[in-house]
């Protein structure tokens, strides 16, 4: 049986854009995926970040000040060994990866953590530009695209998103029939194996009337000696 690849669907909230200046992480948000489908775990926290958040942030987000003062330091071992943990060495998908990846890797390196390195993460965005050239690729235009519904998103945050960002992954890689159970598809030496398919127990009714089954044996009639028609016609 082949190895089963595990993946980390990943997204920050931020009190900013400018990673490499003062903005931090407020929140954080990651689903375990196995094969590209999430499992139902998932980690989720919200983080101090020592200054305020912007307007922008609180407009887009809901997060205030307020609801983030009793929040642990993302130095935290409830937060970055946790999180490092759950990460582990997966591969960390996420949207405009840049942009969480220079905010996470400006944590780790504040409270001197090694980075999460460059070969590690997924950028679901170069993903979606090369399979959808031209095309809006933000997240919300990918749910759209593959139906995939946002009723719940009416702020954005760390969690929901990447909850979305696992479903949009599943499709940029595929699509849904990646989700199926095939863990009866091969046998118990390795080899590959399929289900028969059921057979009806009782043959349904011929609906053709006598006129149409014999309209339809003159026209195969004409289709020469022997034609391979006639062996499905008894």
Avoid at 72 to 99: K, M, Q, T, W, Y
Wanted: include cysteine; proline fraction near 5%; hydrophobic fraction near 40%.
């Amino acid at each position: 049986m082949s190895e089963q690849l595990r993946e980390i669907a990943f997204d920050t909230e931020t009190t900013g854009l400018n990673w490499s200046g003062d903005d931090r992480i407020i929140e954080l948000g990651a689903v375990e995926l196995i094969n590209h489908v999430a499992t139902g775990r998932t980690f989720h926290e919200r983080i101090n970040p020592r200054r305020a958040v912007s307007a922008k942030t609180v407009e887009i987000t809901g997060i205030t000040d307020a609801m983030l003062v009793d929040k642990p330091f993302f130095e935290d071992p409830r937060i970055v060994d946790a999180l490092l943990e759950f990460i582990g060495d997966s591969p960390v998908v996420a949207h405009n990866a840049a942009f969480d990846r220079g905010f996470l890797n400006a944590e780790l390196i504040r409270c001197g953590r090694p980075e999460i390195p460059l070969a590690q993460w997924v950028d679901t965005l170069d993903i979606a530009k090369k399979r959808h050239p031209g095309a809006p690729a933000s997240l919300d235009a990918l749910c759209k695209r593959y139906s995939i519904g946002l009723e719940a998103r009416t702020l954005h945050g760390a969690l929901l998103d990447s909850q979305l960002l696992a479903e949009v992954y599943l499709e940029l890689k595929g699509g849904r029939a990646r989700a199926f159970d095939f863990s009866n598809s091969q046998d118990m030496d390795g080899e590959a194996s399929f289900r028969r398919a059921r057979v009806r127990p009782e043959p349904l009714d011929r609906s053709l009337t006598g006129a149409e089954e014999a309209a339809h044996a003159a026209f195969v009639a004409t289709l020469g000696d022997n034609p391979i028609w006639a062996r499905y016609l008894s």
